[in-house]
């Protein structure tokens, strides 16, 4: 998985802080030393949202990319342990464990963990990918390339975010936040997603209390 070595102390630092970690972000964004939080928001294109013709079935995900037999969801939990999970035949995994950052929750069962798209696939559907092709969505719902764009969280939480935007859900913990938008923007600017005028609005307001938090992204391929 690309760009993951630093991936879990990176997500307990933001978590911790509430400001995130320009050194252990994906790098290549458009500056070396990231853009503040609400200069990035900025950034997203803006238009109007448009779910017509959306279908969960748009984005092949949880993918073996690189043929080792770990799919896409495997690939994310190995990278996220705080524990590492014994690997058995075909990437099973068993043991370890991992941190929910969006409700500060300890999980020792990996089957308790939903891999969460930062920008849900139906947002990402209304903000733009309902004009790409099947393979560059494939290529969004299993993107390895950013260690924001995919995360482990329980399924609780994932479950209660559903397909909505940072307008209408943020994560419950409030040490959370500031990580989440950034994480969020990041994803939209990676992406090339749009956001509309309430979502753009509710980012700028989230973000007032984030002042120290730095946003890098590297455009997708």
């Known amino acids: 998985m690309l760009g993951v070595v630093s991936h879990v102390a990176a997500r307990a630092s933001t978590a911790a802080t509430g400001s995130t970690n320009p050194s252990g972000a994906p790098g290549g ?18 238009a109007a949202e448009q779910r017509e013709g959306y279908e969960r079935d748009s984005f092949r995900h949880w993918i073996d990319e690189d043929g080792d037999s770990c799919t896409t969801r495997a690939e994310v939990l190995i990278a996220e342990a705080v524990t590492a999970p014994e690997q058995g035949a075909r990437c099973s995994l068993t043991g370890g464990s991992w ?52 995360v482990a969280v329980t399924a609780k939480t994932n479950r209660s975010k559903a397909d909505r935007d940072p307008a209408q859900w943020m994560p419950p913990a409030g040490s959370a936040t500031c990580t989440y ?11 090339s997603l749009s956001a509309d005028d309430t979502e753009r609005t509710t980012l700028l307001e989230l973000a007032e209390p984030c002042a120290d938090s730095v946003v890098q992204f590297e455009p997708a391929a």
């Open 29 to 46: 964004g458009p500056d070396k030393d990231g853009l503040p939080l609400a200069e990035a928001i900025a950034q997203i294109p803006g």
């Open 99 to 150: 941190l929910s950052y969006y409700n500060e929750a300890e999980v020792t069962d990996a089957r308790k963990l939903d891999i969460d798209h930062m920008v849900p696939l139906a947002e990402a559907w209304d903000s733009g990918a309902h004009a790409w092709t099947p393979e560059r969505r494939q290529a969004y719902a299993n993107d390895l390339g950013s260690e924001r764009s995919l």
């Open 181 to 191: 938008l950034a994480d969020c923007t990041a994803t939209k600017l990676r992406w």
